[in-house]
């Protein structure tokens, strides 16, 4: 079956440094997310792209964020200047269409230290 | 900003038994409903959604009812089974957006 990836699994880096995290989304799914969840709290909604811009994100995805989907497989999360609170679980999610369920990889543990 | 509860942090049952988790939102613009199950160390697994001009939906072991007067869902899961020994994310999208709200989680342990 299908399935999103995401590398790495496990991202350890300085505060204030610039983090890229990586996803493949299912290939022929057209609508992408990035959520995160912070140690013993919910998984939360940071942005979603669709038709290569951005269709909506949460008040999390300040100018310290960016997506880009640079080719036709990749879709990518970065965070300029990393700070300790970014440190969280990040997960890539895509769907078909609407009306179909999100699928998410199995996450990217980031530790800002 | 609780617009998705799950008042259960964790859950206990019988191998064999049905598992009944539930869940409560405060939205009135939500209209798609979804349940995930998540693992340690793994991403949230898509098991069954259910729109809001239904009120059940059925897979397998796995039925999702939705009370929108009292704007409340449940999943049930019968017979339970090891392997469901999980987190189990209640989640909700609706109106015109797109993004996914979550639930806390409830901890289901299937006890042998």
């Known amino acids: 079956e299908p399935e999103v990836t995401q590398t790495p699994s496990h991202q350890v880096t300085q505060m204030g440094q610039e983090v890229i995290l990586r996803c493949v989304p299912i290939?022929?799914?057209?609508?992408f997310y990035w959520y995160r969840q912070i140690l013993g709290q919910k998984v939360e909604f940071l942005v979603s792209?669709?038709?290569?811009?951005?269709?909506?994100k949460s008040e999390i995805f300040d100018d310290q964020f960016s997506v880009e989907r640079p080719d036709g497989s990749n879709f990518t999360l970065k965070i300029r200047s990393t700070k300790l609170e970014d440190s969280a679980m990040y997960f890539c999610a895509s769907r078909r269409q609407e009306g179909q369920p999100q699928h998410f990889g199995d996450g990217t543990r980031l530790s800002i230290l | 900003d609780q617009q998705v509860k799950q008042n259960s942090p964790s859950l206990s049952v019988q191998e064999g038994r049905i598992s009944i988790l539930n869940c409560d939102y405060t939205n009135s613009m939500f209209d798609y409903f979804l349940w995930y199950k998540k693992y340690p160390a793994e991403g949230p697994t898509f098991l069954i959604s259910?729109?809001?001009?239904?009120d059940k939906n059925e897979d397998g072991r796995f039925t999702v009812f939705l009370n929108k007067s009292a704007k409340h869902l449940s999943l049930h899961i019968v017979p339970s089974q090891p392997g469901d020994s999980a987190v189990y994310f209640c989640?909700?999208?609706?109106?015109?957006?797109?993004?996914?709200?979550f639930g806390k989680g409830t901890r289901l342990h299937i006890l042998p």
């Open positions: 989640a909700a999208s609706g109106g015109r957006d797109d993004k996914i709200i």
């Open positions: 290939s022929n799914h057209l609508y």
């Open positions: 792209f669709y038709n290569n811009e951005i269709s909506e």
């Open positions: 259910i729109s809001s001009i239904k």
